[in-house]
């Protein structure tokens, strides 16, 4: 199944939005109705909260008193931790259940308003995050009359920044524009994206650039989008994996690209990799099969024999992913490093590669014919590279990042 993870600030739209994908046919688990259940009347969570707090905290026909509680826990950050050790298991909980009683094909939309403060965005193969700017969201907020317009003001601010939520978001819908227009920006992302990539995940299909071949600008994004899926990738690779990296052409600010995201992934053997893959699948990363291994060419000075890999693509339709994954330490995982790290630092280097780029882009039409020509620039850049990292004293990190 897919696990689309849905947030957005108080008074965005969020809510609208989990009703138009379940009304398209997500399963939208509501982690706010989740906090509700997990303390209703005759509860376990109810009864801890009461043994915790006492029975201020309930109202006189035995439910939660939710504005004594909320006086206790917000002015006292010691007492809000002692209410989450109670709610939040039972929520995760419930969560989970929920989760598992979807059919497997589902598209399960997980309405979480903390997502971006609890940096949950690694656990979801899509974050989906709703937009309104702080006038308008304050403004729905006081009319609704649930809150005067300072206390309005006063909880938009206090959570996530705009900034801290575009780092976090894959799908930004901006509700700025009136209701059909949300409900069309929600229509094309269930049919373009979330429906095929649910399609994708369970068929173990990857997303591939067209043969045709398109150079595109540097895109100032690319670091937040490797970024996101990296840590997906760390997540599912677990204690298997030593660090998930961005890579290539789009690792380099400034540099031309065919608009695809290199990820390395370093293992301490193939063996390993090989024992990741359904994991990638599962998070969103199937692996590509085709050649009985996939190798990387050996550069003229380099000892002889094969530099075998594993390759994995992502199955969202909207992001061709390549995800390399290497022997930490051996020389395809260490020259990928090299050769991102001296065109960060050398823009002379830099800009001859965006060169060599454009006038083979000019002249190969096809992603192929264009990747094989590139080939003896990075003969000679293989030395330059090690000439580089000589005078410097580079040496590729640990972690590699």
């Given at each position: 199944m897919l696990r689309v993870g849905l947030t957005g600030g108080t008074g965005a739209g969020k809510s609208t939005v989990a009703r138009l994908l379940a009304d398209r046919g997500a399963v939208v688990v509501d982690a706010d109705a989740l906090a509700r259940e997990v303390v209703a009347p005759g509860s376990e969570g109810l009864a801890a909260v009461a043994a915790e707090f006492g029975p201020e905290v309930l109202a006189a026909d035995g439910s939660l008193d939710r504005g004594a509680l909320a006086a206790v826990v917000f002015a006292d950050p010691g007492r809000r931790r002692a209410l989450e050790r109670i709610t939040h298991p039972r929520i995760a909980s419930r969560t989970g259940e929920l989760v598992a009683a979807a059919p497997a094909d589902a598209v399960v939309v997980h309405d979480v308003p903390l997502l971006v403060e609890k940096r949950m965005g690694a656990g979801y193969h899509l974050v989906v995050v709703v937009h309104a700017d702080e006038e308008e969201r304050v403004r729905r907020l006081a009319a609704s009359g649930r809150m005067s317009e300072d206390d309005a003001r006063a909880r938009v601010r206090a959570q996530a920044t705009d900034e801290d939520r575009r780092a976090a978001a894959d799908v930004w819908l901006d509700n700025a524009s009136g209701a059909a227009a949300l409900e069309d920006a929600v229509r094309r992302l269930w049919e373009e994206r979330l429906v095929p990539f649910e399609r994708n995940l369970?068929?173990?299909?990857?997303?591939?650039?067209?043969?045709?071949?398109?150079?595109v600008a540097a895109d100032p994004t690319w670091a937040a989008q490797a970024d996101r899926l990296r840590h997906r990738v760390d997540l599912a690779a677990g204690d298997l994996g030593l660090g998930a990296v961005h890579i290539g052409s789009t690792a380099v600010p400034g540099l031309p690209a065919k608009d695809v995201i290199d990820l390395q992934l370093g293992v301490r053997s193939l063996q390993d990799a090989d024992d990741l893959a359904e994991r990638l699948a599962e998070a969103g990363f199937p692996r590509v099969e085709g050649p009985a291994r996939?190798?990387?060419?050996?550069?003229?000075?380099?000892?002889?024999?094969?530099?075998?890999?594993?390759?994995?693509?992502?199955a969202d339709p909207s992001r061709v992913v390549h995800l390399h994954v290497r022997e930490a330490g051996g020389p395809g995982w260490t020259f990928a490093l090299l050769f991102r790290d001296w065109l960060r630092a050398d823009p002379a280097a830099r800009d001859e590669y965006a060169a060599e780029k454009v006038r083979l882009a000019a002249r190969h039409a096809l992603t192929s014919d264009y990747a094989a020509a590139k080939g003896p620039w990075f003969d000679v850049a293989w030395e330059r590279a090690h000439e580089w990292a000589a005078r410097t004293g580079w040496r590729p990190p640990a972690s590699g990042g």
């Amino acid at each position: 199944m897919l696990r689309v993870g849905l947030t957005g600030g108080t008074g965005a739209g969020k809510s609208t939005v989990a009703r138009l994908l379940a009304d398209r046919g997500a399963v939208v688990v509501d982690a706010d109705a989740l906090a509700r259940e997990v303390v209703a009347p005759g509860s376990e969570g109810l009864a801890a909260v009461a043994a915790e707090f006492g029975p201020e905290v309930l109202a006189a026909d035995g439910s939660l008193d939710r504005g004594a509680l909320a006086a206790v826990v917000f002015a006292d950050p010691g007492r809000r931790r002692a209410l989450e050790r109670i709610t939040h298991p039972r929520i995760a909980s419930r969560t989970g259940e929920l989760v598992a009683a979807a059919p497997a094909d589902a598209v399960v939309v997980h309405d979480v308003p903390l997502l971006v403060e609890k940096r949950m965005g690694a656990g979801y193969h899509l974050v989906v995050v709703v937009h309104a700017d702080e006038e308008e969201r304050v403004r729905r907020l006081a009319a609704s009359g649930r809150m005067s317009e300072d206390d309005a003001r006063a909880r938009v601010r206090a959570q996530a920044t705009d900034e801290d939520r575009r780092a976090a978001a894959d799908v930004w819908l901006d509700n700025a524009s009136g209701a059909a227009a949300l409900e069309d920006a929600v229509r094309r992302l269930w049919e373009e994206r979330l429906v095929p990539f649910e399609r994708n995940l369970r068929e173990g299909v990857r997303s591939r650039c067209p043969e045709e071949l398109e150079l595109v600008a540097a895109d100032p994004t690319w670091a937040a989008q490797a970024d996101r899926l990296r840590h997906r990738v760390d997540l599912a690779a677990g204690d298997l994996g030593l660090g998930a990296v961005h890579i290539g052409s789009t690792a380099v600010p400034g540099l031309p690209a065919k608009d695809v995201i290199d990820l390395q992934l370093g293992v301490r053997s193939l063996q390993d990799a090989d024992d990741l893959a359904e994991r990638l699948a599962e998070a969103g990363f199937p692996r590509v099969e085709g050649p009985a291994r996939w190798v990387d060419a050996p550069k003229p000075e380099a000892a002889t024999g094969e530099w075998p890999k594993r390759l994995h693509g992502s199955a969202d339709p909207s992001r061709v992913v390549h995800l390399h994954v290497r022997e930490a330490g051996g020389p395809g995982w260490t020259f990928a490093l090299l050769f991102r790290d001296w065109l960060r630092a050398d823009p002379a280097a830099r800009d001859e590669y965006a060169a060599e780029k454009v006038r083979l882009a000019a002249r190969h039409a096809l992603t192929s014919d264009y990747a094989a020509a590139k080939g003896p620039w990075f003969d000679v850049a293989w030395e330059r590279a090690h000439e580089w990292a000589a005078r410097t004293g580079w040496r590729p990190p640990a972690s590699g990042g």
